[in-house]
């Protein structure tokens, strides 16, 4: 069963930074990977979408990339806003099977004025 | 717009009382599915469904029923809610499996069972 585990859990840091947030997953068998965010108690935002068959999709300031093969995938943030602070999790969706997407945990960042 | 639209919002109900949780979308995705969220244990997903008439398990199905009569509706009910399914419900489609738009999420069920 797939297992997905993103680093840090937490983060904070001050506004103008660049921020690189992991997301590791076990079966490297998948269709695609999602990065959403979540604003507390709020719905899911879709980020950005990665098919396997790609190494990195880009969306204005943010960047995710896939190593499949390893089971990686990163979201960089350039110049973080407060408007950033949320929590961004990471959803690959299996193949085969009937798993679906399986999250992580999620990481929770704040970006400090 | 495209959307998946869930109610209600929020909603406190008494242990044993039956509820229905409504999920509807406009984008004609044959594949919809059911999450549950709760703190420290993240986002699981409790039924899907890959088309209409067709149903499944996911995670953790205990204590939950769905159907999919019409492509666009996906409910879940509750038939005798206890605490323990307190929680943040979000509903999701896709157009299908692997596809090309990922997911859609609708904006979640806060329930309280007490």
């Known amino acids: 069963k797939q297992e997905v585990t993103q680093i840090p859990a937490a983060l904070s840091v001050p506004e103008g930074e660049n921020l690189v947030l992991n997301c590791s997953f076990t079966d490297s068998a998948i269709y695609n990977l999602q990065w959403f965010r979540q604003d507390p108690g709020k719905g899911l935002t879709s980020l950005l979408l990665?098919?396997?068959?790609?190494r990195e999709q880009t969306s204005g300031r943010l960047n995710a990339s896939l190593d499949k093969s390893s089971g990686r995938s990163t979201l960089y943030i350039a110049a973080s806003q407060p408007g950033d602070s949320a929590t961004y999790l990471c959803a690959p969706e299996v193949g085969g099977g009937a798993d679906g997407l399986t999250f992580g945990k999620g990481t929770h960042l704040i970006i400090q004025p | 717009e495209a959307q998946v639209t869930q109610n209600p919002r929020y909603l406190i109900t008494v242990t044993g009382k039956k509820l229905t949780v409504t999920c509807s979308q406009n984008?004609?995705?044959?594949?919809m599915s059911w999450y549950r969220q709760d703190p420290g244990l993240g986002l699981r997903q409790i039924y899907y469904?890959?088309?209409?008439?067709?149903?499944d398990k996911g995670d953790v199905p205990e204590g939950y029923k769905v159907s999919r009569k019409e492509k666009r509706n996906f409910p879940l009910i509750l038939e005798s809610p206890s605490p323990n399914q307190t929680s943040l419900y979000f509903c999701?489609?896709?157009?299908?499996?692997?596809?090309?738009?990922?997911?859609?999420f609708g904006s979640g069920t806060r329930l309280t069972v007490v």
């Open positions: 999701a489609s896709s157009l299908r499996r692997g596809g090309q738009n990922g997911y859609t």
């Open positions: 469904s890959m088309n209409v008439e067709v149903t």
């Open positions: 984008m004609n995705h044959e594949y």
């Open positions: 990665i098919q396997s068959s790609q």
